[in-house]
């Protein structure tokens, strides 16, 4: 979604989402998967305005489930699974709703609107929802620590990714991007290490985030209310890194561990993968012949689409909801026009 072009983003789509145009179109393979990734809390203060870019306010929330329910049927997660596994028919127009990472905004803030609406959404959540005191997100808390305190000269900098160039004039945003695929290449055990050290260089508490709901993971507890609350639950690894730059045993160990954990976690079947980043620069071939071979149903990625074929069900291409996707865009990409633009001009 980042890469629309001004005036797709701001001329052609609203002409044709004005005239009803894009409702008609039959998304590609008959249904479109929509993915978020939390809403704004309501005790969050817009600060930062980077990492929050992945949040949608509740109101813009609440008018693309409204727009989904009179152009497209909404479908259960259970129905997707039994399409995919027996075959049977979707409805037209189709829609599944799933959301990544399981932010605690997700329980307190995002359910409401879902109840409400009559929306079944499939959660992907990582391992550390397993335990009672699952943090942050590493790569999120890494990015408030190294606003606090640089890591250059700390003697706590990673050595460089084999074949990529120092990032040391690059933007903040450049060397913390640099920083999070080296601490990627660590294993789940030496990166919670390595940011224990981190996290004592920047010291200040004034360092933490504010906002829990904005910024924690679900507890167990947490999720079993989610789950409980009628709400599907699906895989997203036990530690979030990104996959391509791990070793395949570390790979495997993240997706199998994470299936097994909130299998025994919640007692049920966790059938639905959704890999970490997932796009083409994080992930790759590997990732999704390990996502088959751990047994689940199917994966999704995070973008719409992929160079492999695109019925493969470990790897289903997702629409990416993010903060700025008015309602025409959101109705561009869900119909599939967005892509094939994007491929007809080679972006
Ligand atoms: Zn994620």
């Not at 978020?36 to 005790?43: N, Q």
């Not at 900098?157 to 640099?178: C, Y």
């Not at 989610?226 to 639950?233: K, P, V």
Request: proline share 7%.
């Amino acid at each position: 979604m980042r890469l629309v072009s001004p005036l797709l983003k701001h001329v052609v789509y609203p002409a044709l989402h004005h005239i009803g145009w894009l409702d008609h179109i039959m998304p590609p393979g008959g249904y479109a998967v929509v993915n978020y990734h939390g809403v704004v809390p309501s005790d969050h203060s817009v600060a930062e305005t980077f990492l929050d870019g992945n949040l949608v306010q509740p109101e813009m929330f609440r008018r693309q489930l409204q727009f989904l329910k009179t152009h497209y049927n909404v479908i259960r997660p259970e129905d997707f699974r039994v399409w995919i596994e027996q075959g049977k028919q979707l409805p037209p127009r189709a829609v599944l709703v799933t959301c990544d990472d399981g932010l605690v905004n997700t329980l307190t803030d995002m359910l409401p609107v879902l109840q409400s609406e009559s929306v079944p959404c499939l959660f992907f959540v990582t391992g550390a929802s397993c335990s009672d005191e699952p943090g942050m997100l590493w790569y999120e808390e890494l990015y408030h620590l190294m606003c606090t305190k640089p890591l250059i000269g700390s003697g706590l900098e990673l050595p460089l990714e084999e074949g990529a160039e120092s990032t040391l004039s690059d933007s903040f945003q450049a060397r913390w991007w640099s920083t999070v695929r080296r601490a990627s290449q660590l294993n789940a055990k030496a990166r919670a290490d390595w940011m224990g050290l981190v996290r004592g260089l920047a010291q200040a508490d004034d360092s933490k985030p504010r906002s829990e709901r904005r910024w924690r993971l679900l507890s167990i507890r947490e999720l079993t209310q989610l789950a409980e609350a009628g709400m599907s639950i699906g895989a997203h690894t036990t530690s979030h890194p990104i996959l391509s730059l791990c070793s395949e045993e570390e790979v495997r160990r993240e997706i199998e561990e994470s299936k097994n954990g909130l299998e025994k976690a919640l007692g049920r079947p966790i059938w639905a993968f959704a890999y970490p980043f997932g796009n083409p620069s994080t992930m790759g071939e590997r990732e999704v012949r390990l996502a088959r071979e751990a047994g689940f149903a199917c994966a999704f990625l995070n973008v719409e689409h992929w160079s492999a074929d695109p019925s493969n069900p470990f790897a289903l291409p997702r629409t990416h909801v993010n903060r700025d996707t008015a309602l025409p865009e959101f109705a561009a990409h869900l119909s599939g026009i967005h892509a094939r633009l994007q491929r007809a001009g080679g972006s």
